[in-house]
Nanobody
Framework: QVQLVESGGGLVQPGGSLRLSCAAS????????IGWFRQAPGKEREGVSC????????LYSHSVKGRFTISRDNAKNTVYLQMNSLTPEDTAVYYC?????????????????WGQGTLVTVSS
C-alpha cells in the first residue's frame, strides 16, 4: 500500500511560520523526487517546490523563493517544507507527491503518488 501523508497545517498569523511534513509508507522515498504543490480557494493547483533524491538539489516557485525551504530525511522517510514570512496569499491546501524517475521538477505529470493534502490558513 503506497501512501503519502501530509501534516503540520493549521491557522497562522501573517508573518508567521509553519513546517509541513510529508511521510511515506509502503515504499522508501530514497529514490524519488518529492514535490510540494498547493491549491488556493478558486485557483488551480500550482507547483511550489521539489527536491531530488540523487543530489538533494531543490527548486522553488518565484512566489515562495527565499521564504520556503524544502528538505528531506531519508532515515525517517519524510520530506519537510519550512514556510516563513507567510502571507494570506499562501492560504491553500498543500500536497506532497513523489516522482519515481527523480526528475527534480514540479510538473504535475511527473508525479505518480499523491497525498490528500493539509490545509494552511494565514489570517489575523
Amino acid at each position: 500500500q503506497v501512501q503519502l501523508v501530509e501534516s503540520g497545517g493549521g491557522l497562522v498569523q501573517p508573518g508567521g511560520s509553519l513546517r509541513l511534513s510529508c511521510a511515506a509508507s509502503g515504499f522508501t522515498l530514497d529514490y524519488y523526487a518529492i514535490g510540494w504543490f498547493r491549491q488556493a480557494p478558486g485557483k488551480e493547483r500550482e507547483g511550489v517546490s521539489c527536491i531530488s533524491s540523487s543530489d538533494g538539489s531543490t527548486l522553488y516557485s518565484h512566489s515562495v523563493k527565499g521564504r520556503f525551504t524544502i528538505s528531506r530525511d531519508n532515515a525517517k522517510n519524510t520530506v519537510y517544507l519550512q514556510m516563513n514570512s507567510l502571507t494570506p496569499e499562501d492560504t491553500a491546501v498543500y500536497y506532497c507527491a513523489a516522482d519515481p524517475y527523480d526528475r527534480g521538477s514540479y510538473e504535475e505529470r511527473y508525479f505518480a503518488v499523491w497525498g490528500q493534502g493539509t490545509l494552511v490558513t494565514v489570517s489575523s
